[in-house]
């Protein structure tokens, strides 16, 4: 019996066996050609382009000039106080709207995936509606219903007693206002991550809890959440993001940003700077750093509350 | 031999599935229809409109310029007013070889996709109808044709502040249409029940300076209850800072030197004297262009007193916020900001701009040429229309400007109009920079007006973050 004996293949052949593969195959690489083609111009490109801006000076239409890290700098001067203001917006809307938003769609996920409520297809579609409506007429119209004067929720607290609230005339109540907006709109895409979630988790688990005496409740917290884990952690990560680029909800329901800048979101302010100062070097760069923090906010999160046993 | 057929077609479906996935969507287009219904102002048309201007005609030129022209615009402007003058029956009649084709636009895709395309190199109209405030930034772009030789002939008679914005480096870049004059909108009713003059001339002496408008608003307050005027103070949005500041040739930045004067002593103070409103509570808070604001126009029971704002808002508060109101208004100068001051300034106005893609200069510019410049017909029958009040200074001698008009207690208002609009000044208000400066600005207001900071400390902050974005 003759041993089989590894033949190293040389560069060259390497390349010859794997230009052989693709052709092999070349029908499944053309099946997938449109979304390779689309990311390599639309997605690749940018990016690679972005960064090339990023030490350029151009207005979109005249010559580049390259000026170095200055757009960079841009970022630790008195210039970047817009940006850290938007950074910092970002963050308080996380906290203001994140947790609350994954915990209700986790406990709608349950409450609609045990068929404890009929009709819960009908409820899962109600709930996911506003997902698919647009956002920009969505803002809109809730803008009409935060006015202060005469506008619906007023006049909802005023039937009810309690004292009409400045919504967007105000910088925290201005937030919340964006906050509701932003619940109403994509709680419905956390609920179905979250009942996606809930299809990994076998039922025998709830239910032998549920025998051994414990509440729904204690289910719901020491069996589900915990077990929901990875779903929760993607669902917050992509908040994080979210609340960050918060674009079409701001522009439309505060004007982009107001008052003083109370609502204005990194996404929204780099829009600006591209489009309304036609700063596209500026906007590259600052996008980086930008995308610098997330990069690292969401490693965090990943560490911090991934990797617990 | 049938498999590779379908794998080729799969292969075509998808490419063509790509293309057109990267196709650019077209925009609506509209031809021109000849002939265009009108509707004309309901409440409050000039009692007489005579408009003696005949049309020259048009000299027949060695080469009559051919081919198709696209205009850009929105609908009040493009369709509402200038379809509404016949201008395009009688351009068609003047040179039969200019196909004009009209797209609609709303003014934020205008502002969208002008620049698009100019920064495209293609895909922009032949001609583009743009606001002031705006054009400066296209004209400092690139991008714009330079019509300085065409405009020329007409140069001495269009109003001077109309082309600041259009001009860079000795070259013009436009052709104005209408202007923006500042005048006081005042409630003659409520004037009567606080005890003041109802006739626009003395409403004009008694009400001369800020201080004197300070004074009447606390009379009003006190004796009628209403608010002055509507001043917002969280979404401020500017626009009566800057036309405070305009009126005293001041601006964000100095319109000789260029440089940054948004936290000069002279813008502070003005600001201050606006915060006197507030600090009283003089004022409302309703935002301009929401409902509240349009409730307080048109109310009969519990209006705002006055409204400091520029001419085109004329034959809005006829047509449709406030034409239940008819007969109750008049139009005051408005008040100075120092004794002796210029009574003029201006917010808004309109130009159109040609692109420097156009295939067909020539045609584009005998249509500007025809409708804003050579005849006055047009632009007159704009001003009865929609209140676009010309930048042709010739125009000011037609009867129209002898017209009394019933909404404002019969009073002659485009006279007045037309003196202010000769009067403004030169300031630093529009510019290449203007959205950016506003934003920044307005922010400072908000932040002044809620007790935030002092005037000083706002207005610092914006200028220093003006100053760092223009580096």
Known sequence: MSRDVAVIPSVGDRWKRLWGEIVKNRWAYVFISPFYILFLVFGLFPVLFSIYLSFQQWNGFGPMELVGLKNFAYVVGEGGKVFWKSILNGVLLFFMYVPLMTFLSIVLAVVLNSKLVRFFQGYRTMIYAPRVTSMVAAGFTFRLMFEAQGGLFNLILAYLGLPEVPWLEHVWWARVALCVLVVWGWLGQNMVYMLAGLQTIPRELTEAALIDGASPVQALFRITIPLLRPVIIFAVILSTMGSFGLFPEVQTLTWGGRPMRATLTTLVYLFNVAFDDYRFGRASALAYVYFALIFVLSLVQVRYFGSEE | ?471
């Open chain 2, 1 to 471: 031999m049938k498999r590779q057929i379908v794998s080729w077609f799969t292969l075509g479906v998808i490419l063509v599935g790509l293309l057109a996935a990267c196709a650019r969507p077209t925009p609506e287009t509209v031809e021109v229809e000849v002939p265009v219904e009108v509707t004309r102002v309901v409440a409050g048309t000039p009692e007489t409109v005579v408009i003696t201007a005949t049309p020259e005609p048009a000299a027949p030129e060695p080469e009559k310029p051919s081919g198709k022209i696209t205009i850009w615009g929105w609908t009040a402007a493009i369709r509402d007013t200038l379809e509404a003058t016949d201008v395009f029956e009688d351009f068609k009649e003047a040179y039969p070889d200019v196909e004009v084709e009209i797209v609609y636009y709303s003014p934020d895709d205008v502002y969208t996709n002008l620049p698009l395309a100019i920064t495209a190199g293609e895909g922009a109209p032949d001609i583009c109808y743009v606001e002031n405030s705006h054009v400066a930034e296209y004209v400092h772009m690139g991008g714009l044709l330079n019509v300085t030789e065409h405009l020329q002939p007409y140069l001495d008679n269009i109003v001077e502040y109309k082309l600041y914005d259009c001009e860079k480096d000795g070259k013009y870049y436009c052709v104005p249409w209408d202007g923006g004059p500042v005048v006081m909108y005042y409630r003659r009713d409520v004037f009567e029940a606080a005890g003041l003059p109802t006739d626009p001339d003395e409403v004009s002496e008694t009400i001369a300076t800020w201080d004197d408008y300070y004074e009447a608003c606390r009379t009003i307050k006190e004796q009628t209850g209403s608010y002055c005027f509507a001043h917002n103070k969280a979404n401020n949005w500017g626009r009566l800072y800057e036309m405070v500041l305009w009126q005293q040739g001041l601006g964000y930045y100095d319109p000789q030197t260029g440089d940054v004067s948004v936290d000069s002593p002279e813008n502070v103070a003005t600001l201050e004297k606006l915060g006197l409103f507030w600090g009283e509570d003089l004022v409302s808070d309703s935002l301009e262009w929401t409902d509240p604001w349009y409730e307080e126009l048109g109310s009969l029971d519990q209006p705002i007193a006055t409204l400091i704002e520029a001419s085109w808002m004329d034959v809005f508060l006829k047509s449709w916020i406030a034409p239940g109101t008819a007969g109750k208004w008049g139009v005051a100068y408005m008040p100075t900001f120092e004794e002796d001051g210029v009574r003029a300034s201006n917010d808004g106005g309109s130009v159109f701009v040609i692109p420097e893609q156009t295939q067909n200069p020539e045609a584009a510019w005998a249509f500007l040429e025809f409708a804003m410049l050579k005849n006055e017909e047009y632009v007159l029958k704009g001003l009865a229309i929609s209140g676009f009040i010309p930048s042709l200074k010739s125009t000011y001698d037609d009867a129209l400007f002898l017209s009394t008009d019933s909404f404002f207690g019969g009073q002659n208002t485009y006279q007045i109009y037309a003196d202010v609009n000769g009067e403004i000044p030169r300031a630093g208000i529009y510019g290449p920079h203007y959205a950016m400066m506003n934003g920044a600005v307005s922010v400072a207001i908000q932040r002044y007006a809620t007790g935030e900071a002092t005037a000083e400390v706002a207005l610092q902050a914006a200028a220093d973050e003006i100053r760092a974005n223009l580096e």
